[in-house]
Nanobody, 114 residues
Framework: VQLQASGGGLVQAGGSLRLSCAAS????????MGWYRQASGKQRELVAR???????NYADSVKGRFTISRDNAKKTVDLQMNSLKPEDAAVYYC?????????WGQGTLVTVSS
């Protein structure tokens, strides 16, 4: 599967952004999908994940502010980010997992100004 992330940009603290990840391939609905981020000088971390069955989980730091969703017909997974904070600034990546295989998309940069 190939993944194409989009939607990053510059936003003021307190603002919102919506990231989208478009997938190719015919079995998108079978994949567990996730959004990860990597801030400068830090390790990549899980932000939010949605399973093939629609179960979601979030990093504690984004709970109540971010929402992950998927559209299997469109083969997309979105991340709605509200109430953004400067510490949310990072390169955001989407990832697809199926059994022991993982696929990464290219990152999209989110910058949050204070």
């Amino acid at each position: 599967v190939q993944l194409q992330a989009s939607g990053g940009g510059l936003v003021q603290a307190g603002g919102s952004l919506r990231l989208s990840c478009a997938a190719s391939g015919s079995i998108f609905s079978n994949y567990n999908m996730g959004w990860y981020r990597q801030a400068s000088g830090k390790q990549r971390e899980l932000v939010a994940r949605i399973t093939s069955g629609g179960t979601t989980n979030y990093a504690d730091s984004v709970k109540g502010r971010f929402t992950i969703s998927r559209d299997n017909a469109k083969k997309t997974v979105d991340l709605q980010m509200n109430s953004l904070k400067p510490e949310d600034a990072a390169v955001y990546y989407c990832r697809a997992d199926l059994m022991r295989y993982s696929y990464w998309g290219q990152g999209t940069l989110v910058t949050v100004s204070s």
